[in-house]
Structures are given as C-alpha cells and as structure tokens.
C-alpha cells in the first residue's frame, strides 16, 4: 500500500511562486501532479518516472513548472513559477505502477491518490 501527504499550497499573487511536496510511503513508483479547479475535471500537471529519468508536462505548465523526486527522501516536488490566476485549484500527487509516457497523463490509470493542497493564485 502506498500513502501519499501533498503539502506547500497556499495563497500567491501573480507572477509568484510556491513549491509543492508530496511524501510518499513504500515502493517507488512513477509519481504525478493532477490539479482540479471547481466546476472542472481533474487535469494532468505533470509527471516522473520512479528513476526520475523522465518527466513530462501539460502545455499550459512548460516552462513554468518543474517536477522532481528525491528518492532517498520517498518525495516528489512541484516547483510552480510564473504562477496565474488559471492555476488556481487543488493540486493532487498520484503514484502509478505505470512508466510509459502514454499512461501518465491519465488520471484513470494512477492507483494512489493524495488529499491534495489548495493553490490560489491572485491576481
């Protein structure tokens, strides 16, 4: 079983930063971000691969978000700059079994989920 704790939402003005944290216990997996904004489904952020050889993004986020994982640590991080109003929403970390870029966009195929954190972005 895997537990997953986000934590480092809050409330930014635009153009600022915030740096989320995702502690995850047992076995290393591919980890993703996921954010849901009311009224919205939930959408891929970003995601790593276990060996953090791999990353990918949304194209609303390239450029301006940075995923990475320290395994020693068992913690994946999400590193936003440049932040807008539109990132506002509850951002979730995820863990998958799955590597293959094809698989990690998708909610549907992750098996663990977060709490989430909440991201306001002012503007």
């Known amino acids: 079983q895997v537990q997953l704790v986000e934590s480092g939402g809050g409330l930014v003005q635009a153009g600022g930063s915030l740096r989320l944290s995702c502690a995850a216990s047992g076995r290393s997996l591919s980890m993703g971000w996921f954010r849901q904004a009311p009224g919205k489904e939930r959408e891929f952020v970003a995601a790593i691969n276990w060996r953090a050889s791999s990353t990918y993004y949304a194209d609303s986020v390239k450029g301006r978000f940075t995923i990475s994982r320290d395994n020693a640590k068992n913690t994946v991080y999400l590193q936003m700059n440049s932040l807008k109003p539109d990132d506002t929403a509850v951002y979730y970390c995820?863990?998958?079994?799955?590597?293959?870029?094809?698989?990690?966009?998708?909610?549907?195929?992750?098996?663990?989920w977060g709490q989430g954190t909440q991201v306001t972005v002012s503007s």
């Open positions: 995820a863990a998958t079994s799955y590597s293959n870029s094809y698989y990690l966009s998708t909610p549907g195929n992750y098996n663990y």
